[in-house]
């Protein structure tokens, strides 16, 4: 079935109308055999439906939702790691999961290293204890693009589990498992509910990792609510029409910065000039809603930012609003200024989640913050 399909057909019996009802029940008939609904045992209808939906999406066996993307990314490595385990992860890491490794991992005995987002040095980074290798793409606030075929080939070889966290692309524009990476990571928050009101996660795969996490995860609880749950297989339906225009609107607002005075460069893989445009255009069906942006150096992201009239300055992302942050001043404020420097994130960065609106009427309100901020200030005020 085609995603699009997939976005929209529901398994459950159509007498009781079109839209699976909402169960809000935590208490189920208890005399039959088997094992009973109960929310943190993530299995009550809603949970199971919606899951099941994701999973689909992603074209794995099995998958289960969460109250966050962290709840799903911290469940998974507590279920997969053991003291003792090696961990290579991208650098290039959200900022949430790079926190949870750095003051997590040690207080359990689990060793990590980062490599950059090339297989290669993925691969220089693994010893005979490594495990599990954690890896993003398209990465953040970049947008680089890593080689998910020979990333699970050479994983594969050594019997290293990966999991790749595809909250950027969303299932709509890569499907990880489909190369034999072993489990897909969402943050649901972003693109799956869309809409900036809900908070939810998912962890896909194998019935067998599944399990194993489940396992976990009824042990720590960050199970989703029926509400949520109903909320976020509601957004899932417009998922396929979200994202298709979503990167439409990206490579847009791309194509324009490109070729603007004001600009010094953009972060986009759908642009030929992006350095893994190529391996980008195979791996991915589409090229995403994500992009940055870099002013020239005398100019002020802050002030592009006050200038917007349309697009929010706001954090977050994968919303029907487009939306635009500072990285070094929200995801990697924490960071000392020469590793931010490093990955490439200056003051001038901006990020970019493009929403549905026109793309004319997006890209006319960039134009005129980019003039309003490249006058002098003196001249912007009167
Ligand atoms: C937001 C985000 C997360 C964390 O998800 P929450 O829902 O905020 O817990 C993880 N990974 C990526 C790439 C994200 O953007």
């Known amino acids: 079935m085609h995603t699009s399909s997939i976005c929209v057909t529901s398994h459950h019996d159509p007498r009781q109308g079109v839209v699976q ?8 008939y208890y005399v039959d055999e088997g094992p009973q609904p109960y929310p943190r045992y993530f299995n009550t209808p809603n949970q199971v439906a919606v899951a099941d939906r994701i999973a689909r999406l992603e074209q794995a066996e099995s998958g289960l939702v969460f109250s966050s993307g962290m709840a799903a990314i911290s469940t998974t490595l507590f279920a997969l790691l053991k003291p003792g385990d090696h961990v290579v992860m991208l650098k290039a890491l959200y900022g949430g999961t790079h926190d949870f490794v750095v003051n997590q991992f040690n207080q359990w005995g689990v060793e990590y ?6 297989v290669e040095d993925i691969l220089s980074k693994c010893r005979p204890d490594t495990k599990l290798i954690y890896v993003e793409s398209p990465t953040n606030p970049c947008l680089e693009v890593l080689d998910l075929d020979s990333l699970a080939t050479t994983a594969r070889q050594r019997k290293l589990l990966t999991i790749c966290d595809n909250t950027f692309a969303s299932p709509i524009n890569q499907r990880p498992l489909t190369f034999g990476l072993d489990l897909v990571v969402h943050s649901g928050t972003k693109y799956l509910g869309g809409h900036s009101d809900l908070s939810c996660g998912a962890v896909i795969g194998s019935q067998v990792l599944i ?6 995860a ?15 297989d509601r ?44 391996l980008a255009a195979r791996q991915m069906s589409g090229c995403g809603g994500m992009l940055s942006f870099e002013l020239q ?18 954090m977050s992302l994968g919303g029907v609003d487009t939306t635009l942050c500072i990285p070094a001043r929200t995801s990697h404020a924490a960071m000392p200024a020469d590793e931010r420097a490093a990955c490439g994130v200056s003051d001038q960065l901006l990020r970019v989640s493009a929403g549905l609106e026109h793309e004319q009427d997006l890209i006319a309100d960039f134009d005129q913050a980019l003039h309003a901020c490249a006058r002098p200030l003196a001249a912007a005020a009167s």
């Open 218 to 232: 009824r042990r720590f609880g960050g199970n989703l609510g029926a509400s949520d749950c109903h909320l976020l």
């Open 297 to 314: 150096p005398d100019l002020s992201a802050v002030r592009f930012l006050q200038q917007l009239q349309l697009a929010v300055p706001a």
């Open 211 to 216: 399990d194993q996490v489940t396992r976990a």
């Open 21 to 28: 009802p909402l169960s809000t029940s935590s208490s189920y």
């Open 113 to 118: 290293d980062f490599a950059s987002t090339t």
């Open 235 to 278: 957004s899932l339906k417009t998922l396929d029409v979200r994202v298709t225009r979503q990167n439409e609107n990206a490579g847009r607002i791309a194509a324009f910065l490109e070729a603007q005075p004001q600009v010094k460069q953009v972060h986009y893989p759908g642009l030929a000039s992006h350095p893994n445009h190529a």
